[in-house]
């Protein structure tokens, strides 16, 4: 006990062995890249005087706005905050979400302390109004503190940052809940096996990502948060995503095919994250988190962009108290010819986050408008994205989510030609459910960053259409093929439209392909999805719908 880094706010008892300090006693390295792999690798994890020193400089080191308040402001403060409460009866600033405090092994004092801290903090920073992940950091930060000021300003210095590179705590509603629909996006794509589960045993799976940041903040045991806290100092925000997806992954390695212990999903991914040691050391988790092969931090930053867009449409402040915001399909209001309410919450599970805010909106349907190609661009067009579904003479069904509006053919002079972007996907639902994405997603080592053509191109953010300079104007955020050095343009042939026929995925075959009379289609591999054919390769069609996405405050 006689690091600085734990002093009279820890349990000793609690913290039996693990209190030694075992590991080295000095870190000489200058260079991120060198930082990353020490941290990852855990290297400062069995000192805790060294992890001290080592987030005392990681601290220090953030980019703050100018006044940020410091251990003096703290000493000043605290007595007029917390006046003759004991600390134990304080009660939590209304941002923490009526968060449980974890003890992290603190001691009653180490307790009262994390609240006195998160009162002054609330303080300082009025302009906090959602922070649940906060009371975790604060409890965490005084096993590295000589005392409660010198946690404050810790504290404050990482939620002063100020660096848009470097996002590092949600502290508004509408970051926390894009992030969170940030999270269900990168489930989507990159733990498609969990993302069945999750649809499977829960009714609103939206709700269960909605959870993601407790699973770290909260509920991982404290030798295990730390060392994702360690990594997280270095590398920032993405860490966290990481690191939630790959327990994610864990959670569905050990329940896949076994009954839920309850009939509530989020309880039993918390119980599991709680009790992670039976499962998985902190090492392995590390492990497997970065050997998820995610996009890079910008097209992360993007889509989280268009995320707080589609919310800020919804009336979803910077300001506003937290609030229900996620939408099932609802069973009353939708009819079929061609799916099942349960197909299409199914179909809706896979989209992007941003429009799964919406309600299903029936744009075309060959049996009321009738069996023509003309009919459904003039019934699509104005809408972006929208959904195909066909049925054939079989009684399969096959379809597409297309990114892009229909309208967009028109650019090529008649001529048929692709376009759309990777957040392209066609699916079958009969007679099995599977989904298959551009295959880059699968497959990034495809591709390779565009090169920089000039200085003046280096300096500039990259643009996500050709038709706008925002990035978050656009309805696909990221995924346009033009970002990325393809091999060959048959991996990004998404979507094609003429008077003839409609075309979706091409290079080597085509996933769909229909005819002017929406009467006929074939499907087969093609090298844009990596798919197996649909349905029969050759098929007749029954029926044919389109469908939009409509904002329900709209309806």
């Known amino acids: 006990m006689d690091s600085p880094g734990y002093n009279c706010f820890v349990d000793k008892d609690k913290m039996d062995a693990s209190i030694q300090d075992l590991g080295p006693k000095e870190l000489n390295c200058t260079e991120l890249q060198e930082l990353k792999q020490l941290a990852r690798q855990g290297y400062w994890a069995q000192s805790h005087s060294l992890r001290g020193k080592v987030y005392q400089r990681l601290i220090r080191d953030i980019p703050c706005r100018t006044v940020t308040p410091d251990a003096s402001v703290y000493s000043d403060i605290v007595g ?30 180490g307790e009262g302390a994390v609240r006195k801290i998160l009162l002054c903090i609330a303080n300082q920073f009025p302009d906090i109004s959602f922070c649940p992940a906060l009371p975790a950091v604060v409890a965490l930060l005084l096993h590295y503190s000589i005392d409660e000021a010198e946690c404050f300003e810790k504290a404050c210095r990482i939620l002063s940052c100020n660096d848009p590179s470097k996002k590092l705590i949600d502290q508004s509603f509408l970051a926390f809940e894009s992030s969170c629909m940030t999270f269900g996006d990168l489930v989507n794509k990159y733990c498609q096996a969990a993302h069945k589960l999750m649809v499977a045993v829960s009714e609103d799976v939206l709700q269960v990502y909605s959870d993601w940041q ?25 860490v966290l995503y990481r690191v939630a997806l790959a327990i994610l992954k864990f959670f569905h390695k050990v329940r896949a095919g076994q009954p839920l212990e309850s009939d509530n999903v989020k309880q039993d991914i918390r119980m599991f994250v709680k009790d992670i040691a039976k499962t998985v050391s902190p090492e392995k988790l590390l492990e497997k988190a970065f050997a998820i092969r995610l996009f890079s931090r910008k097209e992360i930053q993007l889509l989280q962009m268009a995320n707080e867009k589609a919310l800020r449409q919804k009336g979803i402040t910077v300001k506003q108290k937290r609030q229900f915001v996620h939408l099932a399909v609802h069973a009353e209001n939708f009819r079929s010819e061609i799916v099942s309410v349960k197909e299409m919450r199914d ?5 992007p986050e941003r429009f799964a805010l919406c309600q299903p909106l029936l744009l075309f349907s060959s049996l009321q408008h009738g069996y023509s190609l003309t009919r459904f661009y003039l019934q699509c067009e104005g809408h972006e994205p929208t959904l195909l579904l066909i049925k054939t003479t079989q009684k399969e069904v096959c379809g597409a989510y297309l990114s892009t509006d229909w309208s967009e053919r028109n650019r090529f002079g008649g001529k048929l030609s692709f376009f759309g972007t990777g957040e392209c996907f066609v699916f079958r639902l009969q007679p099995e459910v599977q989904r298959y994405e551009w295959v880059v997603i699968k497959h ?19 643009l996500i259409s050709t038709c706008s300079t925002d990035p978050a104007d656009r309805l696909s955020p990221f995924l346009a093929a ?51 054919p649909l349905c029969s390769e050759n098929f007749l069609i029954a029926a044919v719908e389109a469908w939009g996405f409509q904002d329900p405050d709209t309806q």
């Open 214 to 238: 407790r699973w770290l903040f909260g509920e991982l045991p404290l030798n295990y948060f730390a060392r994702v806290f360690d990594v997280f100092l270095v590398e920032g925000y993405k």
């Open 444 to 462: 990034p080592e495809l591709t390779k960053a565009p090169p920089v053509k000039s200085a003046e191109a280096a300096a500039s953010p990259p």
């Open 347 to 351: 179909i809706w599970s896979w989209i």
């Open 80 to 109: 007029k905050i917390v006046g003759k409460h004991s600390s134990s009866s304080l009660p939590l600033p209304e941002f923490v979400d009526n968060t449980q405090v974890p003890t992290y092994c603190l001691n009653p004092r």
């Open 482 to 532: 033009r970002h990325f050095n393809l091999p060959s343009k048959t991996e990004s042939m998404f979507m094609a439209g003429g008077n003839d026929c409609l075309i979706i995925g091409g290079g080597g075959g085509q996933a769909l392909y229909v005819d002017g009379d929406l009467n006929r289609g074939r499907t087969g591999h093609c090298d844009t999805f990596n798919n197996q």
